[in-house]
């Protein structure tokens, strides 16, 4: 290795470092601020685990002028003050828009209520923690096995990302702390460790966290502008009302604009460690390419990405969207009055905010591989 090489590796390892060093910094304030949590009261409602043994009765029933079906079940308690108790309760009394149907070995979520006077254990829905439990163990095995080591090291950035949203962002933000300030600096802090872990401690993620840092903000000047001009307030669902209601000083636009800068930075690891490979091993392959070079090849292939990016985002959001969809075809207003609507116009703002700083990523990280991996000889 030449002196000037050895010299260049000791600048990459020094800039790594003072970066790595800046967001040690923001998460230990990121602690600090997490340690003030406040502690919540637990809810007063018991909610318990039961087991279904047996169907007792099972029958048709009409209520309300549509047939469903009632079922009497006996069922045992899993865990909690109800463990290894056998109860009755009664499924189907009441007429729903989506009855359950249980069977022998359902696991039921229960809960006590007064009916006529009667203290009666009713369902509060279906255990489905087990199935959950079981895809993930499945995700978790087809990472391992085809990404090996790199598998368990975004894993890990996995739990770590979980950490941070619920530890430290969602609680500063459900105690009254600025939405915004807080989604930044959780961002920051995620940002780095899932780069690093991920990809590993080099140029290569170095720069691909550069190009990241600054796409979002580009996503968060422009959401900003567009909920500002658009109107758009962060109450257009459900939730968001819920919330306002119980948390009055939650700052609900703020909220709207964190949501979108956090869903963003998601999807752009992708885009800038792609992109930044791609100009790494451009220089591997060709040692003598110059910069404007290095920047014109990774950009044909970052065009490719972003027309491919387009596409999934478009079918992402359509398969979400399903039942949203079926209903505007049977609605008779216009498309142009459709679109004026809260939850449909504060959708558009997040797709689209959030696909603009997906591509500005694509330029913004080629350029800053192209500058830095084009000066080495």
């Not at 549509?66 to 079922?71: A, P």
């Not at 022998?104 to 087990?130: F, H």
């Not at 600025?178 to 290569?204: E, Q, R, T, W």
Request: charged letters at 20%.
């Amino acid at each position: 290795m030449s002196k000037n090489q050895r010299g260049r590796n000791v600048v990459d390892l020094f800039l790594m470092r003072k970066i790595a060093g800046m967001f040690l910094v923001l998460g230990m304030l990121m602690v600090g601020m997490g340690w003030r949590n406040e502690v919540r009261a637990a809810d007063d409602l018991e909610i318990y685990k039961v087991k279904v043994d047996k169907i007792i009765e099972e029958k048709d029933v009409e209520l309300e002028g549509k047939i469903q079906k009632y079922q009497k079940l006996e069922a045992v308690g899993i865990e909690g003050e109800l463990e290894g108790q056998k109860i009755i309760i009664e499924n189907g009394k009441i007429p729903v828009i989506n009855p359950l149907v249980i069977k022998v070995n359902d696991k039921l979520l229960i809960k006590k209520e007064m009916i006529a006077g009667n203290e009666e254990y009713v369902i509060e829905d279906m255990v489905r923690s087990d199935s959950l439990l079981l895809l993930f163990l499945m995700f978790m095995v087809m990472v391992v096995l085809v990404s090996k080591g790199r598998g368990i090291s975004s894993l890990i950035s996995m739990v770590i990302s979980f950490l941070v949203i619920f530890w430290f962002i969602l609680p500063r933000i459900s105690n009254g702390d600025n939405p915004i300030v807080i989604a930044v600096i959780g961002s920051m802090l995620i940002i780095p460790i899932i780069f690093y872990l991920s990809h590993g401690f080099n140029s290569k993620t170095t720069i691909a966290i550069c190009g990241t840092v600054l796409s979002l903000l580009i996503t968060g000047i422009l959401a900003q502008i567009f909920i500002d001009i658009g109107h758009l307030y962060g109450f257009s669902s459900e939730e968001s009302g819920f919330l306002a209601a119980a948390k009055a000083t939650i700052d609900m636009k703020g909220i709207l604009l964190a949501g979108i800068v956090i869903g963003a930075m998601g999807v752009l690891d992708d885009v800038a460690v792609s992109q930044a490979s791609i100009v790494e091993q451009l220089k591997l392959s060709s040692g003598k390419i110059k910069t404007n070079e290095l920047y014109t090849r990774a950009m044909k292939v970052g065009q490719d990405h972003i027309a491919s990016m387009i596409n999934t985002l478009i079918l992402v959001y359509a398969g979400a969207s399903l039942p949203l969809l079926l209903i505007f075809i049977d609605n008779p207003r216009p498309l142009g009055e459709i679109v004026n609507y809260e939850f449909i116009a504060e959708e558009i703002v997040r797709t689209l905010v959030g696909s603009i700083g997906l591509i500005s990523a694509v330029p913004i990280t080629t350029i800053l591989a192209a500058m830095w991996f084009g000066r080495k000889k």
